[in-house]
């Protein structure tokens, strides 16, 4: 008679148990249209898991196991937990993608077991950084120029405490984020190490730090970039994120061997949204009005064409930021997601993640308006303009010096002309320059050489006799500008254009038929704002060519 008792069977039933139980989850999983996942087989990312708190994660019966970009991988155990569709929620709202998977029980126990380690290491990450988000919100306040900043380090050095390491990342990070830096950049040199930060595209000098507290510095920021510290003859690259008040600044960092020691260069990615506005892009009352009216409708494509740099991004994300309302689904792909957007499920290419794959599963999720991050290929092209085709409005950005020359870039790329004309609604092409400070800006007398300039720029005598230089005070740190503006070009896809890229692509042909639109050209709009005080005449003639001729 066999007995049952013996606590070798009882494993074995239960093993056979479980097993059957992850077969039947895989089967219900394949039924309803979601993926499984054993989460006892593969490999936890701590990261992913503290999205959701423990207490979070058990009340919603989830785990995030994985993230990608933004796409994260959800294991859930009941679909019609009404707590894990508020969790699910509060991940899109943080800009994320879930991807759900069906997991059973023993499964999210294993995953959950992981918060005890979890909790661990985030404490010690804490003690890494002792970098005090308020400290960083009072430094904001009162720095107001690089000299603020480097008055400060030197202080901090002279009293040569244990906590100068923390007490220097703290100014600098809080001055970064009060001069408005895109990108920190630590740079040993022979005797000392250099601090700067790129102000609106230009670096500057900020203040020398002391070559053994820098060394102190580095370590500590390559820490907190979750990057290996005996590794100093290699780059490499991390991320890590701090709180300041209701700002999430994202911190992208590189680390680069270098003959005077390892330099650190972070960006900063400030994902509050108000800097993408439409109305902070600079654009023209004509131009405003013409893109207005564009955004009303609801199929076809808006294009961005410029360098790289030239804030084509920032301007299609202040477009969708403008038409989001709850009832719209947008989404976008992109490569990579610079700023996540309150509330848009953003998704980001990769290896295994082409634009081309990545724009068809979009296009599956039946979304109303989407954002390709930039048209590249034919057939990212050729989607694109079948999307804009059957009732979505589509937003992108292609790589050409002007907007008239874009419809010879599509042609040339593969794309249909004939489909080109219906599909694409506006094309814009931008260039970003810089403002001069209000608080220095100097006024002076236009010179006969200029009146000629912006007579032939503006097809007509200008009636303002002075313009601005730019000079330098202590409010931009002796730059003379603070901020950028973007200039701009646009053409209407109407039926003149239309007819013209059917037959002549050539800018001028195009630029010719688009002149009744009324737009001002990006030369006229430069000029424009030199007139107005914006910016300087040579702020624009560093980025534009007033004197080349186009035949
Ligand atoms: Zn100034």
Redesign the pocket.
């Known amino acids: 008679m066999t007995q049952f008792n013996d606590s070798n069977t009882n494993a074995r039933v239960d093993e056979l148990h479980h097993k059957e139980e992850e077969r039947l989850i895989a089967s219900l999983a394949s039924t309803y249209g979601y993926q499984y996942v054993n989460l006892r087989d593969r490999p936890l990312n701590a990261d992913a898991l503290s999205l959701i708190s423990e207490s979070d994660s058990r009340r919603g019966e989830l785990a995030v196991f994985a993230r990608n970009g933004y796409t994260v991988s959800v294991a859930l155990k009941n679909t019609n937990n009404e707590a894990s569709a508020f969790l699910l929620k509060s991940l899109v709202d943080k800009g994320l993608t879930p991807e759900i998977y069906l997991t059973s029980q023993r499964s999210l126990d294993h995953a959950w077991e992981r918060f005890k380690e979890i909790g661990k290491t985030t404490a010690k990450i804490k003690g890494v950084l002792d970098v005090d988000a308020e400290m960083i919100q009072t430094l904001m306040k009162d720095i107001h120029s690089h000299l603020d900043i480097s008055e400060r380090v030197n202080r901090v050095q002279n009293e040569r405490s244990t906590m100068s390491t923390s007490k220097i990342i703290e100014i600098v990070f809080g001055g970064a984020l009060a001069l408005n830096a895109s990108d920190i950049h630590i740079e040993p040199e022979l005797a000392t190490t250099r601090v700067r930060y790129r102000l609106d595209g230009v670096l500057f000098d900020v203040c020398t730090v002391e070559k053994e507290i820098s060394l102190h510095i580095i370590s500590r920021l390559k820490l907190l970039s979750g990057l290996k510290l005996n590794i100093k003859k290699e780059s490499q690259d991390g991320r890590f994120t701090f709180d300041v008040g209701p700002r999430n600044v994202e911190v992208r960092s590189s680390v680069i061997p270098g003959a005077q020691g390892e330099s650190i260069v972070m960006r900063l990615l400030d994902p509050d949204a108000s800097s993408f506005r439409i109305e902070n892009l600079g654009l023209n009352t004509t131009l405003h009005e013409v893109l207005m009216n564009e955004l009303k409708r609801p199929n076809g494509a808006i294009i961005t064409t410029g360098p790289t740099g030239s804030g084509k991004t920032s301007a299609l994300y202040s477009f969708l930021l403008h038409i989001h309302t709850p009832e719209l689904k947008i989404l976008t792909l992109e490569d990579p997601v610079e700023y996540k957007l309150p509330g848009i499920v953003q998704t980001q290419v990769s290896d295994k993640y082409s634009f081309a794959e990545g724009l068809r599963s979009m296009l599956r999720q039946d979304p109303d308006v989407i954002l390709i991050g930039e048209i590249r290929d034919r057939e990212v092209a050729e989607t694109a303009i079948h999307a804009a085709l059957t009732g979505h409005l589509v937003f992108s950005t292609l790589h050409t010096n002007s907007a008239a020359g874009a419809f010879a870039r599509l042609i040339d790329i593969g794309v249909d002309s004939r489909m080109i004309g219906s599909a694409i609604n506006l094309i814009l092409g931008q260039r970003l320059v810089r403002t001069?400070?209000?608080?220095?800006?100097k006024e002076r007398d236009i010179t006969t050489e200029e009146q000629k300039l912006f007579q032939r720029i503006l097809g007509t005598p200008v009636a303002i006799h002075s313009i601005f230089d730019?000079?330098?005070?202590?409010?931009?740190?002796?730059?003379?500008?603070?901020g950028r503006i973007g200039v701009f070009e646009a053409i209407r896809v109407d039926s003149a254009v239309e007819n013209a890229v059917l037959n002549d692509t050539r800018e001028q042909a195009i630029l010719e038929v688009a002149k009744p639109q009324g737009i001002p050209t990006m030369q006229q709009d430069a000029l424009y704002k030199v007139l107005s005080g914006t910016t300087s005449l040579d702020e624009v003639s560093r980025v534009l060519d007033f004197y080349h001729i186009d035949d």
């Open positions: 001069l400070c209000t608080k220095c800006k730019a000079q330098g005070c202590e409010a931009c740190s002796m730059n003379g500008y603070k």
